[in-house]
């Protein structure tokens, strides 16, 4: 039992270097001002702006809820476990039950604290992920299919709410590329080290003899930048629109008219497009929002000071390139060829269940 005494001594240690970190004191008054805020009579006038305020507000309040929660928890623990050892108890439940509760705490502490190495520009934000088919033919695109079902699944259970901005079918089957905006505090923090090639090893549904092959796409992450920064200057004359027929779900309007817009970033070579809204205005937003992203997100890659020195490179989308790898024949194992971080698991892993692997990328990154 002093194992636990020594460990619950150690997760209030760290709690208390957390909370110093976060600034309790000043997210509550962070919290008041935005309260305030929702109070005035002109507060849902501006749609756009309501939602970003009671989404911060929303995110700010659980978080805090959370490190107070796991604050009383820990003197909670540490209480009983000094009333354990006053009684000498030695009832097996009971001191199991304490393991479990303090474990519990544990993992809910180390999870919490990745949000600790959010702190870059735009990882608060929402962030908007494409996935690319590389090599693999028909199984690469259904292979794309599964991902972006993987992602889907994942956004779900962090509660982030997914708009497919564009889709293109793979043929016969699968998808050759999709586009999906994510949405919700910290979504391009938690996914931006999904980018990179993912490799699929598995036995094809799609060929008569079943052998096995490998697959591979590509996954970008860019966060959705919708108003100017500084340092991300676009020059529209280096721009061409184009307009188009969009092909997916959004009405009879969408699906008759040339609603779609595709942008090409001249110096870079950069393409995005949207088709999900209803007019040719928001989907050029939209779009917008993604070149935004994309320039910035290369921009720091290259460490480069202005935007007409960059290069457009999504890097190639096949063999020893790949970041991860998810193997279903002849055994099933997933592993992150950065971290070595590794699970037999893999249907978990394809149905969404991320947060083992996605924190291992990101405290890894910050070592």
């Known amino acids: 039992m002093q194992e636990l005494k020594d460990k619950l001594k150690h997760i209030a240690g760290e709690i208390d270097k957390a909370e110093g970190f976060i600034d309790l004191p000043g997210m509550e008054k962070k919290i008041a001002e935005l309260q305030a805020s929702t109070m ?6 501006d749609q756009k702006r309501a939602q970003k305020v009671t989404t911060e507000l929303d995110h700010l309040s659980k978080k805090k809820e959370l490190w107070e929660g796991m604050r009383a928890r820990c003197e909670e623990l540490t209480e009983l476990l000094e009333i354990y050892f006053e009684e000498h108890d030695d009832s097996d439940k009971d001191r199991a039950q ?6 519990s705490l544990e993992k809910d502490l180390k999870s919490a604290s990745v949000e600790l190495f959010m702190s870059g520009e735009f990882d608060s934000g929402n962030t908007i992920l494409s996935i690319y088919s590389g090599a693999g033919g028909v199984d690469a695109q259904d292979w794309v299919s599964i991902l972006l079902r993987m992602y889907l699944r994942y ?9 497919i901005l564009q889709k293109t079918d793979g043929e016969p089957e699968g998808v050759k590329h999709v586009t999906i905006l994510i949405e919700g505090p910290l979504a391009y923090g938690f996914l931006k080290e999904e980018k990179g090639v993912h ?16 697959s ?14 500084e340092g991300i200057e676009i020059n529209e004359k280096d721009l061409r629109v184009d307009t188009f027929r969009a092909s997916g779900a959004g009405g009879q309007h969408v699906n008759t008219s040339d609603s779609a817009v595709r942008i090409t970033h ?24 993604q070149l935004r992203g994309k320039l910035a997100a290369l921009k720091h890659e290259q460490a480069v000071e202005k935007i007409e020195d960059l290069k457009g490179d999504l890097g190639k989308n096949e063999w020893g390139h790949q970041i991860r790898s998810y193997v279903m024949h002849p055994y099933k194992m997933v592993k992150d060829l950065r971290t070595k971080w590794e699970t037999s698991q893999i249907d978990n892993v394809l149905d969404g269940d991320l947060d083992d692997v996605i924190e291992a990328g990101l405290l890894a990154k910050d070592s």
Do not use: Y
Not at 98 to 103: I, T, Y
Not at 271 to 284: F, G, P
């Open 40 to 45: 005035d009579e002109n507060f849902w006038g």
């Open 98 to 103: 304490l393991h479990s509760d303090v474990e």
């Open 155 to 163: 956004a779900e259970k962090k509660s982030f709410k997914t708009t």
């Open 199 to 214: 490799r699929l090893v598995r036995l094809s549904p799609f060929n008569s003899g079943n052998t096995r092959e490998t």
């Open 216 to 229: 591979f796409a590509l996954v970008e992450v860019v966060p959705e930048i919708d108003t100017d920064v």
């Open 266 to 289: 001249a110096p870079t070579g950069i393409v995005v497009s949207c088709q999900n809204e209803r007019s040719q205005h928001q989907n050029k937003d939209r779009a917008m929002a």
